[in-house]
């Protein structure tokens, strides 16, 4: 009898009321691992803060302007939203949802933005980040009525693994880019470096961050990509301290110095802690796009970004509740509803404050492999999160080519999901193709997407297969072709 008193006594130990809101002890964890788990998961992911303004940040819309307002980036200001945001919607995962899953600006989504919306023709950053704002309040209708499963009956699982594929390859070609590995060539449209050669500084910097964040990953280090880009941006200071290489471009704009920095002269600021700048909360304009361009091309672009935010969102609290050993017999996670409430939640957040879409970041299954099982770790990371908006300033210390190593790893991780893909179904095999290719090469997220559901709903007519596609697909098939031809449609109509 003597074995079960320490059991016994345990469980009649008075449990704290932090314990009992988060089901701690129920859980089988302990406060301990939550904290533990919580720091591992900011770790893993913190290098959104430094990330985010590089790519939304440094791009101007169509108009000129950048995000703020102004008409000169301003990378401490959006840094300082990324990681507000974050913040709070990763302490009302934890608090409202209790689920040890973070939430930041995420990748795809943001270039997705910076590339392929703010860039549209009349649209402006505020246009851009009113559609982010609709697209999460479409989400949440969608959550609350129920209607997301029939979402996601529409679009086949093959077709949602290839998006994210292709944008993994998407995002690998702009780390190329930025890196200065990949440029615009005098022959062909690409070549490697400079006349078919790496040459500068600057490269270098990118090769030895992208080889350091390849090793640590494949070693498993915690905080491989975070580390990688901080060793990488050490090393391009002390490069920029003794070579003098400047930017790559005069203040007019002209090419100065091809082997130069790309973006950020790498230099240590005068002062590393300042209060947080949130010049870009609340530039959003909800309708505006409207009137910029039309509603069948809003209709398009607010349902490529719903689509790559609800499915990616689906998926990681999925795979972390397999992870933590959390699911039900269904394979659903505990409170899934209220989880993918302050997902869509965070979306609308994203766009509201200027930062992109906030979604689930996959990163969390680091924290729940330190223990963590509860909300408690949600709030830890996002109490860490709040923390670095007083670290803005240091942002501006961090090169294209010390950050763009971490783009080319985690397209790599997403590009891994291409073995879901039945590539001996030709009527899956080839959308998916299209889908993956178009995105790098025609340098657009939303036509890679398009390709490959008009070729999906082509191929299933083609084969007397027509009923199989949802008719939900079929709508958003015809609205991509509609998209595709515009400038015909234009022309023919007068427009």
């Known amino acids: 009898m003597a074995p079960r ?107 997705f933005l910076a590339f392929g919306v703010a860039s549209l023709p009349g649209m402006t950053w505020a246009d851009a980040m009113g559609l982010v704002v609709l697209e999460g309040l479409i989400i949440l209708v969608l959550v609350l009525t129920g209607f997301r499963e029939a979402v996601f009956r529409a679009v086949p699982a093959q077709l949602k693994t290839a998006i994210s594929v292709g944008i993994g390859l998407f995002i690998t070609i702009v780390g190329l880019v930025d890196g200065g590995v990949v440029r615009s060539g005098s022959g062909t449209p690409l070549e490697l470096g400079i006349g078919g050669f790496l040459s500068g500084w600057p490269t270098l910097v990118f090769v030895v961050g992208l080889l350091l964040i390849v090793v640590l990953t494949a070693r498993k280090v915690r905080g491989a990509i975070l580390g990688g880009i901080v060793v990488a941006t050490v090393l391009a200071v002390v490069v920029e301290a003794v070579a003098r290489l400047g930017a790559r471009t005069g203040e007019d704009g002209s090419v100065r110095d091809e082997r130069a920095w790309g973006l950020n002269v790498p230099a240590l600021p005068d002062t590393w802690i300042s209060a947080p700048d949130f010049g870009t909360l609340g530039q959003f304009n909800l309708l505006g796009s409207f009137d910029r361009i039309g509603v069948v091309s809003v209709a398009l672009l607010v349902f490529t970004l719903l689509l790559a935010d609800f499915f990616d969102t689906m998926g990681t609290m999925v795979a972390i509740g397999k992870e933590g050993d959390l699911l039900d017999a269904d394979g659903n996670p505990p409170g899934t509803r209220r989880i993918l409430v302050v997902d869509s939640l965070a979306a609308a957040a994203g766009g509201a404050a200027g930062v992109s879409s906030n979604t689930s970041y996959i990163e969390s299954a680091t924290g729940v492999g330190e223990g963590a099982r509860t909300g408690l770790a949600s709030v830890v990371t996002g109490v860490a999160f709040l923390l670095t908006t007083f670290l803005a300033p240091a942002v501006a210390i961090v090169p294209y080519e010390a950050a763009a190593p971490a783009l080319v790893v985690v397209g790599f991780l997403m590009m891994t999901q291409v073995k879901g893909i039945d590539w001996d179904d030709l009527e899956i095999a080839l959308p998916a193709f299209l889908t993956i290719v178009l995105m790098p090469f025609a340098y657009s997220i939303s036509a890679g997407i398009g390709a490959g559901f008009v070729a999906y709903a082509v191929l299933k007519l083609a084969r007397g297969k027509a009923r199989q596609v949802h008719p939900l697909l079929w709508v958003v098939a015809v609205l991509f072709v509609v998209y595709f031809a515009i400038d015909p449609l234009r022309g023919l109509l007068g427009a």
């Not at 998961?41 to 819309?61: E, H, K, R, S």
């Not at 939203?81 to 608090?95: D, E, N, R």
């Open 5 to 111: 008193t320490p059991t016994s006594t345990r469980q009649s130990r008075p449990r704290s009321a932090v314990d009992r809101y988060f089901k701690i002890s129920e859980r089988g964890s302990t406060v301990a691992r939550e904290v533990r788990g919580g720091l591992a998961t900011f770790f893993t992911m913190a290098y959104i803060v430094v990330l985010n303004p590089l790519i939304i940040g440094t791009q101007p819309d169509s108009t000129g302007g950048f995000l703020g307002g102004g008409s000169a980036p301003d990378l401490s200001a959006v840094a300082a939203a990324t990681a507000l945001v974050a913040g709070f919607m990763t302490i009302l995962m934890g608090v409202v949802a209790n689920y040890p899953l973070a939430l930041a600006t995420g990748l795809g989504l943001n270039a």
